[in-house]
């Protein structure tokens, strides 16, 4: 059982910036597609970023040009640099591992976000 564990979350003002970091102890990490949800109070979990093996990435609009997702597979870890934070940002941030080679989907407990206006 792989367990993510996220860190690097707080309280910040608008405009301000955050950097996410979830690593991820398993030997399918930099053959996995990493991935960074989000889920505010009263709202469904959404994507945020994904980064694939292949250095593909997937951005939700809302954060387009304002968030960055990143790895190292030395370290096994992802990141999530965010920039021009916005009170909408708000929510817990989730890390996920996924390999369709061995079945894994692995969650973190996440990160709360605040952003203050």
């Known amino acids: 059982q792989v367990q993510p564990v996220e860190s690097g979350g707080g309280l910040v003002q608008a405009g301000g910036s955050l950097r996410l970091s979830c690593a991820a102890s398993?030997?399918?990490?930099?053959?996995?597609?990493m991935g960074w949800y989000r889920q505010a109070p009263g709202k469904q979990r959404e994507l945020v970023a994904t980064?694939?093996?292949?250095?593909?990435?997937n951005y939700a609009d809302s954060v387009k040009g304002r968030f960055t997702i990143s790895r190292d597979n030395a370290k096994k870890t992802v990141y999530l640099q965010m920039n021009n934070l916005k009170p909408e940002d708000t929510a817990v941030y989730y890390c996920?591992?996924?390999?369709?080679?061995?079945?894994?989907?692995?969650w973190g407990q996440g990160t709360q976000v605040t952003v203050s206006s």
């Open positions: 980064d694939t093996p292949g250095g593909s990435t």
């Open positions: 996920r591992l996924e390999n369709e080679w061995s079945g894994s989907d692995y």
């Open positions: 398993t030997m399918i990490f930099s053959i996995s597609r």
